[in-house]
T-cell receptor, first 114, second 113 residues
Framework: ETGVTQTPRHLVMGMTNKKSLKCEQH?????MYWYKQSAKKPLELMFV???????ENNSVPSRFSPECPNSSHLFLHLHTLQPEDSALYLC?????????????FGPGTRLTVL | AQSVTQLGSHVSVSEGALVLLRCNYS??????LFWYVQYPNQGLQLLLK??????LVKGINGFEAEFKKSETSFHLTKPSAHMSDAAEYFC???????????FGGGTRVLVKP
């Protein structure tokens, strides 16, 4: 595997389900990010991790819970989601935390909440 | 606060024609500017990046962008469109402090044969 991988690629869940999204980067980067990409809206930064510590949480509802067990893996735990949470969730990584660095994106998880 | 405006959410060009995607930004400090491309069913990929070294920046796949401070613009161009250029393009800006990256709304490019 190379670059940034995400699993699953597609996920359909009910509002009462609990699921997790997984991201893995094979680039040796120190920073990882979760973004939400909704139709007709700019990319929204959700969470930022640097060396496994959360450094930013952009007012994301608590039904989204990130986890970064090591610098290569990032999870997004989902529970009691709403239909408006349906979107493409993108994971990214970068060599360092500064946003002047290029970010490397995974292919995303297409989430549908019924 | 930073903001990025991409004029035109959809652009249609003929194969072989000029591609011009517009990006205007607001930033109170010298910016770093990016263009990313997203092909269908893929994540974003960096096309090019402006870091104040040169106002004309060349990127991958024949794309280039020109930074114009007086116009606060960073428009993306490609002289001759190819079918494989069909994708969504995002402009993004951050400050030199690099503590926030703001994306534009994206422009979807359709290439007609």
């Amino acid at each position: 595997e190379t670059g940034v991988t995400q699993t699953p690629r597609h996920l359909v869940m009910g509002m009462t389900n609990k699921k997790s999204l997984k991201c893995e980067q094979h680039l040796g980067h120190n920073a990882m990010y979760w973004y939400k990409q909704s139709a007709k809206k700019p990319l929204e930064l959700m969470f930022v991790y640097s060396l496994e510590e959360r450094v930013e949480n952009n007012s994301v509802p608590s039904r989204f819970s990130p986890e970064c067990p090591n610098s290569s893996h990032l999870f997004l735990h989902l529970h009691t989601l709403q239909p408006e949470d349906s979107a493409l969730y993108l994971c990214a990584s970068s060599p360092g935390l500064a946003f002047t660095n290029e970010q490397f994106f995974g292919p995303g998880t297409r989430l549908t909440v019924l | 606060a930073q903001s990025v405006t991409q004029l035109g959410s959809h652009v249609s060009v003929s194969e072989g024609a000029l591609v011009l995607l517009r990006c205007n930004y607001s930033s109170s400090v010298p910016p770093y500017l990016f263009w990313y491309v997203q092909y269908p069913n893929q994540g974003l990929q960096l096309l090019l990046k402006y870091t104040s070294a040169a106002t004309l920046v060349k990127g991958i796949n024949g794309f280039e962008a020109e930074f114009k401070k007086s116009e606060t613009s960073f428009h993306l161009t490609k002289p001759s469109a190819h079918m494989s250029d069909a994708a969504e393009y995002f402009c993004a800006v951050t400050s030199a402090a690099g503590n926030k990256l703001t994306f534009g709304g994206g422009t979807r490019v359709l290439v007609k044969p």
